[in-house]
């Protein structure tokens, strides 16, 4: 998003350019330029990691040579640990996301459809969102104990406000003329939630969906940190615990990877699902 | 009266009571469940208790001492992480070559969840202090770094003309031009870093070692069953969460105030 955001911008300082004599292999030259560079430097570190272990600048305790962490995750993959844990791991963010978000989802409509609902419902909202996931977590698990239901709750809340958010926004940024035109029809409540609001609405709600994953993915990561037996999560705390640094390198790198194809995954539905509003250009 | 009202005109509005029902309600409901012992006392505690529980530690100072731990803590961390995040972002932003090599790393690395890195800081760090000021760095890096680069990058290249013209020398334009023209952009990162540091504080005290701090009353409150410490606790972190952030957005209008005076 932010490497789109910054090229979207024109003109910018001129610096480092790099201009080539011929016009037709300027493009594919400076395309391939530009991938060399992104790879120069984690090249560069890998290759820094993998001779300060062999050198033994450090400890390979302490840092895990790259063969190594390379050679856990094929381990892994192929044993199917991997999977496993994964697997759990989806599926609590999954069941969690479906409750949080139903839940956002209704709150957001009813709170954007009534001025009333929202007097009521607004202030005790918000300060529910104000206190973060993370110090929500020991009450429940005073209240729930440490569980599923308590991996489901924290996913949960974490998918609520956004979605509570985007939904009620959503429905309060349509323009008043459209629900105009519904009056002018006549349109009764279901109608008008049809053909309407909801599709007026949608690419709010849908921001609020694709964010609201992303938080339910980091949510679970936490809870599962502090209180798991299973999950992505816990293979990394049980890394940690027998100090296999490897294992827990391998669990990162499969977290932020899982996190970036939710994202990328979700924005991709998002284009797709939107296609409608382009047709004017 | 009049006056009080023109002195502090949040007085003449009236607030809107309808907001307070739900909370009144639920508060109450708890109350009736403690005190008819329809739940278990021994483990939900009433709110008198937690009214209780929050005033003694009040009193006795042990609140007070929790939470400048835990102000310390963050506030180092915010002032660590933000500082290299500056830098790291202004380089990023000034020099194409850097943005070039090191842009996709970083991009790449923000992916990783949070709270992903705790056990590997944890192997590198220890359980201690250090540990838990590189956790708030790091989680104050990420969004400042960002910002500041989209912040410098959107320079309008024609005031970098005018700079240029007029002779100024490379860091006459960086701190009369670049800088200030990137300040919101800035400010909205060390924002974000300041809601960011106080969410790793908490975090940071639940994970690492036991210690003074006020993740660690509601984690110790949580070890041993007493959930008026829970919840005091969990008030206070909402209650300075909110203030940062006023405070932030304070600061911010005070500092960009030259954006809006007129000519």
């Known amino acids: 998003m932010s490497t789109t955001r910054a090229a979207a911008v024109p003109r910018s300082l001129p610096h480092w350019r790099w201009h080539w004599q011929s016009p037709g292999l300027a493009r594919p030259l400076n395309w391939l330029s530009v991938k060399a560079g992104a790879l120069l430097l984690p090249a560069a570190l890998l290759l820094l990691w993998h001779t300060a272990v062999t050198r033994e600048w450090v400890s390979a305790q302490i840092l895990p040579p790259p063969e190594l962490v390379l050679q856990t995750f094929l381990d892994l993959a192929r044993s199917g640990d991997l999977w496993f844990e994964l697997s759990i791991s989806l599926q609590r963010v999954l069941i969690g996301s479906l409750l949080g978000g139903l839940v956002g989802l209704a709150l957001g409509l009813l709170m954007g459809l009534s001025r009333q609902v929202e007097a009521y419902l607004w202030p005790l909202f918000q300060a529910i969102a104000q206190v973060p996931v993370l110090g929500w977590i020991p009450l429940l698990m005073m209240l729930v104990g440490i569980d599923e239901g308590l991996k489901y709750l924290v996913i949960a809340k974490a998918v609520l406000v956004p979605m509570t958010i985007n939904t009620f926004a959503g429905i309060r940024n349509i323009p008043a003329s459209y629900l105009e035109v519904a009056q002018v029809y006549r349109f009764n409540l279901v109608q008008r939630l049809h053909r309407v609001i909801l599709p007026a609405a949608l690419p709010s709600i849908f921001t609020g969906v694709r964010f609201a994953l992303t938080k339910g993915w980091i949510a679970l990561v936490t809870v599962e940190l502090l209180a798991s037996s299973e999950g992505i999560g816990y293979l990394m705390v049980d890394g940690r615990q027998m100090f296999q640094l490897d294992l827990v390198i391998v669990s990162m790198l499969v977290i932020g990877l899982v996190g970036l194809l939710l994202d990328k995954g979700l924005a991709l539905i998002e284009t797709r699902l939107q296609r409608w509003q382009r047709q004017a250009f | ?263």
């Open chain 2, 1 to 263: 009266m009049t006056d009080l009202a023109k002195r502090f005109p949040f007085l003449q509005r009236r607030p809107d009571l309808r907001g307070a029902v739900v909370p009144a309600g639920l508060v109450l409901l708890w109350w009736l469940a403690t005190a008819l012992q329809w739940v278990d006392t021994k483990i939900v505690a009433s709110p008198p208790a937690v009214l209780d529980a929050f005033w003694q530690a009040a009193v006795g100072g042990e609140l007070w001492h929790n939470l400048g731990a835990s102000l310390q803590r963050n506030l180092t961390g915010f002032v660590v992480g933000g500082l290299i995040g500056l830098a790291f972002g202004t380089l990023l932003g000034l020099s194409r070559l850097a943005e070039r090599l090191v842009g996709p790393t970083f991009h790449a690395a923000k992916q990783i969840a949070l709270f992903a890195w705790i056990p590997l800081l944890s192997a590198w760090f220890g359980f201690g202090e250090p540990a838990k000021v590189a956790f708030i760095a790091l989680a104050v890096f990420y969004p400042v770094a960002l910002n500041s680069f989209e912040g410098i990058r959107a320079t309008r290249v024609e005031l970098y003309e005018v700079a240029r013209v007029l002779g100024l020398s490379r860091t006459q334009r960086l701190f009369k031009l670049v800088l200030p023209s990137a300040a919101p952009a800035i400010f909205t990162g060390l924002h974000l870093g300041l809601i960011y540091a106080w969410l790793a504080t908490i975090g940071a005290e639940y994970f690492f070692s036991a210690g003074p701090g006020i993740g660690n009353t509601m984690i110790d409150g949580r070890e041993h069953f007493e959930m008026d410490q829970v919840l005091y606790g969990l008030v206070v972190v909402g209650a300075v969460g909110l203030l940062l952030n006023r405070l932030a957005a304070w600061i911010e209008t005070r500092t960009l105030a030259w954006r809006v005076r007129p000519h």
